[in-house]
């Protein structure tokens, strides 16, 4: 057995994992997964992983992740093999020594029925369409127009937004919720929302500290931009006038019910008044804001997208000091020392 997954530890999860080797075939494979599979764990000693899990989409992935020698997540697969037929996400890691682990996560049953926060986000959706097509049009012209290089450049990323956001609307709207998943670079989509804050009328001071040695993440670029940008505009419309982006690795997090031994936090941090303290309680609800003209529906959106890639959004918050961390998990044995860089 690995010596990566020997520990006792690992014994005692209740997460389905398994070990295979070059050949992807079966060399270990704890209690929590031969249980939900239904098997002996020596019956499942030399299998095929794509006979053990029955879908050959998981073995083409996991082929893939050891010619590659990276991570390779599997969202919601639907595996015939477990319980008659249940969704589950799959991570797989290439083994220093050789081989892969598979990590199993069953998924929850989605309900038939429509949330009222999704409902909402789809009226919402319909109604913001003909305004961003106006806005690109009129962005448009004006990049004709002018002859500044500047100019151009904040009417081209009028009409980025104006497509962004528009493709934002045409998924709520023909219900493809499913993030679509590809390797995001943190720091970019970081330096994306800087770059956004800083067009804004009156934007704050703007200060980055970042971590440099972090990974890329499978994620929705789209999705986790909009709630870096959320979040960074909930803070300019509270007041704040010094707006501070920063990213990090933090060890031994727990997301949901789940522990990890690494996550990635970006924090949007601000010096502004702070969350009412009659909103703290309700702040992640839909509908629910401390501006006379807010929607409530930032906030809400911001929780369901960390939710869709297995992570959370926290917050912590005085007067003069308010910290919102998006926290995504790190795949095993990509955790790094956090040796941050500032600059203003």
Request: proline fraction near 6%; charged fraction near 25%; glycine fraction near 10%.
């Amino acid at each position: 057995m690995s010596e990566q997954v020997s520990r006792g530890w690992v014994e005692q999860l209740s997460t389905g994992l398994v070990v295979v080797d070059g050949e992807l075939r079966v060399q270990w494979i704890n209690p929590a997964l031969a249980e939900l599979l239904g098997l002996g764990l020596r019956h499942a000693q030399g299998q095929p992983l794509q006979g053990l899990l029955q879908d050959a989409g998981v073995a083409e992935q996991a082929a893939r992740s050891l010619a590659e020698q990276r991570s390779v997540q599997c969202r919601g697969v639907l595996l015939p093999g477990i319980a008659g037929g249940q969704r589950v996400d799959v991570a797989l890691q290439p083994l220093e020594e050789g081989g892969l682990l598979v990590e199993l996560h069953t998924l929850a049953e989605v309900p038939s029925t429509v949330s009222p926060l999704s409902a909402t986000l789809r009226g919402f959706a319909h109604e913001v369409k003909n305004p961003l097509a106006g806005l690109r049009g009129a962005a448009q012209l004006l990049q004709r127009r002018l002859e500044d290089p500047d100019m151009q450049a904040l009417a081209a990323m009028v009409i980025n937004e104006a497509d962004r956001l528009a493709a934002l609307a045409n998924r709520l709207l023909h219900h493809d919720g499913a993030p679509r998943l590809a390797p995001v670079n943190l720091h970019q989509l970081m330096e994306r929302v800087g770059e956004l804050i800083r067009a804004e009328p009156k934007p704050p001071r703007l200060r980055h500290d970042y971590d440099p040695s972090l990974p890329d993440v499978e994620g929705d670029a789209d999705r986790l931009q909009q709630v870096l940008l959320n979040l960074a505009r909930n803070a300019i419309e509270a007041g704040a006038k010094t707006l501070s982006l920063r990213s990090r690795v933090e060890h031994g997090v727990r997301l949901g019910e789940r522990m990890f031994r690494s996550a990635l936090r970006l924090d949007v941090m601000d010096d502004g008044p702070g969350v009412p303290a009659a909103l703290r309680d309700t702040l992640f609800e839909p509908l629910v804001s401390g501006r006379v003209d807010g929607t409530g529906l930032g906030l809400a959106l911001s929780r369901e997208i960390a939710h869709e890639h297995g992570g959370e959004l926290r917050y912590v918050s005085r007067p003069g000091e308010t910290v919102f961390s998006l926290y995504l998990p790190l795949p095993p044995r990509m955790g790094v020392a956090t040796t941050g860089r500032a600059h203003g």
